[in-house]
C-alpha cells in the first residue's frame, strides 16, 4: 500500500503562484511513477502531469506547458508541483497519484491523495 499526503493549496490571485506537495509512504517502490490530477465543480479528472522515478522523464498537459514544474526528492518521498502564471481556469482540486508507467489516463495509477485545494482568483 501507499499513502499520498498533499498540501500547498489555497487562495492566489490570477497571475501568482503555488507550490503543491505530495508525501508518500508505505511501499512507494511498487510505484514508482507519480502524477499530479486536477478536477473542477462537475469536471472529469484532468491529467496534469507525471514523472518517473528518476526524474528523468516528465509528461505535462498541454494546458499547463511553460508553466508548471514537477519535481521529486526520492530521498524525502515527495513529489512537487510548481505552478506559475495562474490563471482563474486553473481552479481545481488537485490530487497526487502514483502508479507504474507514465500516463495520462486516471485508471493506470493506483494510489491517490485526498485532493489539496487550489482557488485562482481574478
Known amino acids: 500500500q501507499v499513502q499520498l499526503v498533499e498540501s500547498g493549496g489555497g487562495l492566489v490571485q490570477a497571475g501568482g503562484s503555488l507550490t503543491l506537495s505530495c508525501a508518500a509512504s508505505?511501499?512507494?517502490?511498487?510505484?514508482?511513477?507519480m502524477g499530479w490530477f486536477r478536477q473542477a465543480p462537475g469536471k472529469e479528472r484532468e491529467f496534469v502531469v507525471a514523472?518517473?522515478?528518476?526524474?528523468?522523464?516528465?509528461d505535462y498537459a498541454d494546458s499547463v506547458k511553460g508553466r508548471f514544474t514537477i519535481s521529486r526528492e526520492n530521498a524525502e518521498n515527495t513529489v512537487y508541483l510548481r505552478m506559475n502564471s495562474l490563471k482563474p481556469e486553473d481552479t481545481a482540486v488537485y490530487y497526487c497519484?502514483?502508479?507504474?508507467?507514465?500516463?495520462?489516463?486516471?485508471?493506470?495509477?493506483?494510489?491517490w491523495g485526498q485532493g489539496t485545494q487550489v482557488t485562482v482568483s481574478s
Open positions: 497519484a502514483a502508479g507504474w508507467g507514465i500516463s495520462p489516463r486516471v485508471v493506470d495509477y493506483d494510489y
Open positions: 508505505g511501499r512507494t517502490f511498487s510505484s514508482p511513477t
Open positions: 514523472i518517473s522515478w528518476s526524474g528523468s522523464r516528465t
